[in-house]
Nanobody, 119 residues
Framework: QVQLVESGGGLVQPGGSLRLSCATS????????MGWYRQAPGKQRELVATLTATGRTNYADSVKGRFTISRGSAENTVVLQMNSLKPEDTAVYYCNAVSNQLGAIYEDWGQGTQVTVSS
């Protein structure tokens, strides 16, 4: 399995920016995709953005034009740049990785990092 460690959450005012990072560790074969999901209190976990190994991105409509997902400088890391943050972006953000290990597909999650947008 892949271990995922998120960093970069915190408290920011509306209109501000935050940068989340997700690093992988453990025995890694092939990362098919990495991404970010979020879960607000009382709501279901929802997709924020994903990035495939081929470079294809997918964003939730609510974050298009404000958030950008990209590869980090280290191998098998992913970064989420969040700009123009709104109070409704407040949630626990989870890093996700889908990996192919000798033909078997695994999905792993990080422990989550809190993002709070408030004045």
């Amino acid at each position: 399995q892949v271990q995922l460690v998120e960093s970069g959450g915190g408290l920011v005012q509306p209109g501000g920016s935050l940068r989340l990072s997700c690093a992988t560790s453990g025995k890694i074969f092939i990362i098919e995709s990495m991404g970010w999901y979020r879960q607000a209190p009382g709501k279901q976990r929802e997709l924020v953005a994903t990035l495939t190994a081929t470079g294809r991105t997918n964003y939730a409509d609510s974050v298009k034009g404000r958030f950008t997902i990209s590869r980090g400088s280290a191998e098998n890391t992913v970064v989420l740049q969040m700009n123009s943050l709104k109070p409704e972006d407040t949630a626990v953000y989870y890093c996700n990785a889908v990996s192919n290990q000798l033909g078997a597909i695994y999905e792993d999650w990080g422990q989550g990092t809190q993002v709070t947008v408030s004045s």
